[in-house]
């Protein structure tokens, strides 16, 4: 049996409404993002869940907690899931970035490894939500299920690193809407092409989603 990943988005902030950058600025759930994590969590504990851990940040460690309380298992903190620091663009809104910082946002949005705001690359948090994600999933039983409650652009690199896409094609991840998840199952055994070259680890069960996922069948399956 393989081991099941989740990577669920925290609910709705302030912020997000207003279209204002976050970064690892501690802003809190709004009652919108409440709810939605007491919706999502009823359908997440359904997997069951083995473990759950998120990062430190109130928003996603709130939406973590929801599903705690029905589960009864513990939230396990680690900073390593935050979402991106961004420095100088953390607070400005939408229109700001794109009056200031048009050229940037654009080449940013669109898959490049630059610093936002003079913040982190893209590829470092990758490499941290990757380490984060090992470590937690070494407490995990196979066939078992974790649960990691972060933030919508460290959740997408996490995606692309474990599927190593190029970084350029990352950006064809689109969004995660507020409190959805993505689901990534483990592939078994050492898998290569015709070529014999390895076939990455991890496969994409479900992207962006609102229901739990459903057994698929398929000439390749």
């Known amino acids: 049996m393989t081991?099941?990943?989740?990577?669920?988005?925290?609910g709705r902030t302030a912020w997000n409404a207003d279209r204002r950058f976050q970064g690892q600025e501690d802003v809190p759930l709004d009652e919108q993002g409440v709810r939605q994590a007491a919706e999502a969590a009823r359908h997440l504990a359904v997997l069951p869940p083995d473990r759950i851990v998120s990062s430190d940040l109130g928003r996603a460690r709130v939406t973590a907690g929801a599903l705690a309380a029905i589960t009864g298992l513990d939230v396990h903190l680690d900073e390593r899931l935050r979402e991106t620091f961004a420095g100088?663009?953390?607070?400005?809104s939408r229109d700001e970035l794109l009056a200031g910082h048009?050229?940037?946002?654009t080449r940013w949005a669109a898959g490049s490894d630059l610093r936002p705001g003079g913040g982190e690359r893209r590829s470092e948090v990758a490499d941290r939500m990757?380490?984060?994600?090992?470590?937690?999933?070494a407490e995990v039983p196979d066939g078992g299920t974790l649960v990691v409650a972060t933030h919508g652009g460290s959740a997408r690199a996490a995606v692309g690193s474990l599927l190593e896409l190029p970084m350029p094609n990352w950006a064809?991840?689109?969004?995660?809407?507020?409190?959805?998840w993505t689901v990534l199952s483990e592939r078994v055994g050492d898998q290569t092409d015709d070529d014999?070259?390895?076939l990455a680890r991890w496969r994409l069960e479900e992207y962006n989603a609102r229901s739990l996922p459903e057994t698929a069948f398929g000439d390749d399956q």
């Open 172 to 180: 064809i991840l689109g969004v995660l809407t507020n409190c959805a």
């Open 130 to 137: 990757v380490a984060a994600i090992t470590d937690a999933l």
């Open 102 to 105: 048009a050229d940037d946002l």
């Open 196 to 198: 014999g070259r390895p």
């Open 88 to 92: 100088d663009w953390q607070g400005l």
């Open 3 to 10: 081991r099941r990943l989740v990577l669920w988005r925290h």
